[in-house]
DNA sequence: CTGAAAGCGCTTACAG
DNA sequence: CTGAAAGCGCTTACAG
């Protein structure tokens, strides 16, 4: 059996509260009991059951994190980044893959009220549907907008969604095409789109957008790529809101006879390193995955911490070009 | 303030006992009683605090996964699919990016043990380090011999070094070339080194290995993967033991104005969805990672549940060679 | 400087 | 069918 806090007491022969005073460096204690209970503990190879820390204190120093799927480069590594700070600070991660899903959404929510969080991070899309702000929790958004007092936290996704389209305009593209997920929200992310539309309006042009599956599904991303090529034979630019989208434009491109860049230019969102290493050649909008990662995290600490000084609403991190050769 | 127990047996007219009854659904409860429970627990909205549950139950639900880092589309894919298998299940998932650093190991293991996790998946390199077995705490491990008597789980490495070590024998390659992370320990995943040694031995030739760092720091690939050109000028196939790995040799065969598969071939290992979506032209071995994922949670839930039914030693699942066009 | 008591929110024998 | 009591492993006033 694990020993307990009792056990270490018998074995110093002091009391359980005194045994609980050196693990918390509380009050006072002489030397002598210090190190008696610091060679009972040794012994013992006693270590403190943090369920009932966490009852008793009412505080879990764990930190929800719900988001679509790690299986996406983009969530990876900002689940690597959020994560390794989280374990700096003394917080653990509990995780969630919703896939979007909002039953799933719902049910992640809940098992992590029960399991008594200080804080959630939501990557996801689902908005409204949760209440996060009914419960007086810690929340923080990455990239969505939950509630007018959740503070979110993104890249700066309209500046990124403005270099990519002008870029493209100014390559020459006559017919520039957008790759966007599917979500009617209104989203930080959705400002890609709109940044788009509007340097595509603001030279005369119509924007054409075309949506698809977020999750991995080649097949069905394939289909609605294909009939890109099919009504608009005329493509000559692409803008992907992220660089897997970017990605399975070029295959179908390719498939379909087109050569990138010579043909049509492309461009991607997020370079991650995943996706720099693997495709190299991708021109994209880099995301300050780990600045996002860090404020996030800075925010809700702060709010779990019962700072009140306003954290900011939402903060946009500056992105970066990645010029490759595919645009 | 969160309602309790109390709160709900209060308004509900009962004694908590009889709260607790109806939502654990045990004993004789009148269907009254269970109406007025349950009408009072939606009233509060209340739901109950698990981490009183875990105290008293000694049993969390709770699994602990421990690997080198989420950024890396294995790992990534391999967390989806073991954390979605856990949520199906009842269990919850405790994340920790360790980085196959040693003392962040040790850190991260007692972190699980405090928090009373019920098992641990171990993804990482360190062995021995960790006394997963002192602690009779249900383990498995994914690729990595931990101790003898902790499972391991993982595809059929030397299955999978085989086939792509012939495979650059069969395409007439004469200097076939090994890129491997680095490291010391005899673990399954080295098993794909030792079928290459293996082959090339078989085939009179001696084995040719490169160790780069595993964590993403392209500049100190770059640097080793360079030398190979330098050492070896005559290199005409490479076997990367993961998809990254070959995608920055390609690079660096691209810079070094080599042609692939022209003058060289390349096959990789892992055949993740991230990969073959950013690089389909990438020929590899491909580790069934749901069923992995599958498999090592079939085992720590037998292990935690006491199922005492000798669960497999080593448990090797079937890889597939994905024909790209790079060997 | 140290200890006995009460309590964090739940559950489970034990009585009735 | 229902409730009072004790206890899961810890911590914190409160006394001394």
Known sequence: ??????????????????????????????????EKVQNAMNELNYFPNDVARSLFNKRSNIIGL?????SNPFFGELTFHLENI??????????CNSLNAIDKEEKYLEMLLRNQVDGIIVGTHNRGILDYHKQNLAVVAIDRYLSETIPVVGSDNYEGGTMAAELLMSGGCQCIVLIDGIGELETPARLRRKAYSDVMKRNGRAPIIY?????????????????????????????????????????????????????IKVIGYDGTETAQTLMPELTTIKQPIARIARTAIDILV????????????????????VKGTTA
Request: net charge negative; charged share 30%.
């Open 1 to 34: 059996m694990k020993p307990k806090i009792e056990d270490v007491a018998k074995l110093a022969g002091v009391s359980p509260t005194t045994v609980s005073r050196v693990m918390n460096n509380r009050g006072y204690i002489s030397d002598e009991t210090r």
């Open 86 to 95: 989280c374990a700096e600070m003394g917080y653990k991660v509990l995780l």
């Open 211 to 263: 949506e698809i599956p977020e999750v991995f599904d080649r097949q069905s991303q394939q289909e609605v790529i294909s009939r890109i090529f099919s009504e608009h034979p005329d493509v000559d630019g692409v803008f992907a809101t992220n660089d897997l989208f970017a990605a399975s434009f070029i295959n179908e491109a390719k498939r379909h006879g087109k050569e990138v860049p010579g043909e």
């Open 302 to 321: 702060k709010k779990i911490e019962g700072d009140m000084k306003e954290s900011p609403q939402e903060t946009r991190l500056p992105v970066k070009i």
């Open 66 to 70: 719900i988001l679509p799927t790690t």
